[in-house]
Structures are given as structure tokens and as C-alpha cells.
Nanobody, 129 residues
């Protein structure tokens, strides 16, 4: 049974940093995408950053335009963990952040929420001005 467990959310002032972690377990297939989505009140859930697992030691990443240059997604295979380092946080980054996992897809589709069939419970990120 696939499980995604997020941690690391919290409250920070604008310009601050947070690191989110997602421990992923129970997968029966090695090729997959794992990423972070977020949902603010009254808004749709949107893709933030995704990393792929393709059976090799190298990996590729995808980012939403709104976070490029500020957020970095990475993975630690040995710990089955995906991280999201968030720097230069802005009030508009305030949202519930969800870890998601699904089958490997081409880069152009990785930020689409309908490509993911496993979701964590979410962790709240609040950025004050």
C-alpha cells in the first residue's frame, strides 16, 4: 500500500525559508514521478515541482513558473524521501502543500494533477508579509 507522509510546514515571514519532506513507501514500480502540489483557499490545486524516478541515479525536475529560482525539489533514494526547499517565500505561497505520486510521465505532463493517483494528507505553509 502506497503511503506519502509530509512534514516541514509552518509559518514564516516573507523572505524566509522552509523545507518540506515527503516519505514515500509501498511502491511496486520503480519508474514514477513524485511532486508537490498546493492549494490555497478558494483556488484549484496546482503543481509546484516534480522529480522523476527513472531507474537511474540521475533525475529531471519540473517547476511551475511562479516558483522557478526560489524552490528546489530533490530526492534521497536511500531514505525514500523527496524534499522541497522553499526560499524567498512570498505571501502568495501560502497554501496547503500536498505530496503526490504517480506513474512516470513526460515532462510536459508532470504538473498536471490528474496524472497522480496517490496523495498525502498535506502540510500547511503560511507566509506573512
Amino acid at each position: 500500500q502506497v503511503q506519502l507522509v509530509e512534514s516541514g510546514g509552518g509559518s514564516v515571514q516573507a523572505g524566509g525559508s522552509l523545507r518540506l519532506s515527503c516519505v514515500a513507501s509501498g511502491f511496486t514500480y520503480s519508474r514514477k514521478c513524485v511532486g508537490w502540489f498546493r492549494q490555497a483557499p478558494g483556488k484549484e490545486r496546482e503543481g509546484v515541482a516534480v522529480v522523476d524516478f527513472n531507474g537511474s541515479s540521475t533525475y529531471s525536475t519540473s517547476y511551475a513558473d511562479s516558483v522557478k529560482g526560489r524552490f528546489t525539489i530533490s530526492r534521497d533514494n536511500a531514505k525514500h524521501t523527496v524534499y522541497l526547499q522553499m526560499n524567498s517565500l512570498k505571501p502568495e505561497d501560502t497554501a496547503m502543500y500536498y505530496c503526490a505520486a504517480g506513474p512516470w510521465v513526460v515532462p510536459g505532463r508532470r504538473l498536471r494533477r490528474d496524472e497522480y493517483n496517490y496523495w498525502g494528507q498535506g502540510t500547511q505553509v503560511t507566509v506573512s508579509s
